[in-house]
């Protein structure tokens, strides 16, 4: 069983008569939702999921209220599952975890076991976070990739919203495995940064060709999109034969629209990510996360923010200011 700690200070995310807004208070070990594991959170992260939760700009919590922070590593402090012991260094993340169970911006968390990892060996809790939620769906993306053809020698891949903290991630880890990566940006200010993660071209994205034709010139043999919307029309149009685009995220949008020609003349194939995974496959990822497919750059992505400088660092995530990995440090919260 856990041992009875002090209040400890939290972050949490409350509707009030319909208004969504944050802010920092204190909870006792009582009021953490039930799980197996208690953990002492050592960091947690700003994921763009986050900034729209913690600003109400995006119908994410499904539990008011709620702590916010969607992932996190630190210390198991307690443990009823026989996977993990006082002591473990973990990473907690997805499923209901800073949704609709108390999430990760909080000295402690107490979650179910299927929602922890033990870090990979030789990695750090710092490292981990850095790579957190964003870093673990652009492996699993790169990895069914993959397993749908993606190859060095079949051609360029495209990561776009390449500032972001999964688009940096998956830059680092497809220039790894010998990749030739293009990156498009909306802050082509970045593209020192981006070069260094490993991209051999990087393109404004108000430079990318654009066009409305069922099929435009075939550029790449893949992409990583973060955007959905209209960058991923164009992606459809674009992806050369048998190429394979991986859909993770909405930034510029939720609707996209396209024809079944690249699909049947092109074979392209359009294969969705979704990180709320069953162990099995977590336990899979993590693995290769510290071994083959473990990023190089992680003290460049990552930019460590006290926890008191939360509600800032929210601000510059959700207005599209910020780069890479935002990690929060919870080393001083309790
Ligand atoms: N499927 C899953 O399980 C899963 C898991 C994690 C994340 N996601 C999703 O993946 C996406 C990226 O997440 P993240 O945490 O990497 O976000 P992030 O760090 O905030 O990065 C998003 C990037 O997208 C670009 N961007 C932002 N707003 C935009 C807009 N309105 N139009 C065009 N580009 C825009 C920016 O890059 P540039 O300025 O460089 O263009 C920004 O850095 C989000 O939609 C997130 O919800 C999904």
């Not at 995974?277 to 923010?305: F, M, S």
């Not at 006290?306 to 800032?312: A, H, I, R, S, Y």
């Amino acid at each position: 069983m856990s041992q009875t700690t002090a209040p400890f200070p939290a972050y949490l995310v409350s509707n009030t008569d319909g208004t969504v807004g944050a802010a920092f208070t204190t909870l006792a070990e009582a009021q953490l939702d039930a799980g197996d594991v208690t953990v002492r959170v050592q960091y947690a992260s700003i994921n763009f999921k986050d900034a729209l939760a913690a600003t109400g700009k995006g119908k994410i919590i499904r539990r008011f209220p709620c702590v916010g922070g969607i992932d996190a590593t630190g210390v198991v402090e307690s443990s009823a599952s026989p996977r993990f012991k006082a002591g473990d260094g973990v990473i907690v993340h997805s499923h209901g975890f800073g949704v609709s169970h108390h999430g990760g911006y909080a000295a402690r968390a107490r979650v179910p076991a299927d929602w922890v990892n033990a870090l990979p060996a030789g990695m750090t809790a710092l490292e981990a976070i850095t790579i957190g939620v964003a870093g673990y769906t652009a492996a699993l993306a790169i990895d069914l990739m993959e397993l749908n053809g993606l190859a060095p020698a079949r051609g360029k891949v495209l990561v776009n919203g390449a500032t972001g903290g999964v688009a940096s991630v998956s830059i680092d880890i497809l220039a790894q495995r010998g990749y030739e990566v293009v990156a498009i940006t909306g802050k082509p200010a970045e593209a020192a940064y981006l070069r260094e993660l490993g991209a051999a071209e990087v393109i404004a994205s108000a430079d990318l060709p654009q066009g409305s034709k069922p099929l435009e010139t075939a550029l790449w043999q893949g992409a990583v999109d973060s955007l959905g919307g209209a960058p991923l029309s164009g992606l459809t149009r674009s992806v050369q034969k048998d190429g394979v685009i991986a859909s993770i995220g909405n930034a510029a949008g939720l609707e996209f629209t396209t024809s079944v020609m690249p699909f049947i003349l092109r074979g392209v194939r359009l294969i969705g990510v979704n990180s709320d995974n069953d162990p099995a496959l977590r336990e899979r990822i993590w693995k290769r996360l510290g071994t083959d497919l473990r990023p190089r750059h992680l003290g460049r992505i990552a930019r460590v923010v006290p926890f008191k400088e939360l509600p800032g660092a929210i601000d510059a995530v959700a207005g599209g200011k910020a780069r890479g990995r935002t990690v929060i440090d919870l080393g001083s919260a309790a």
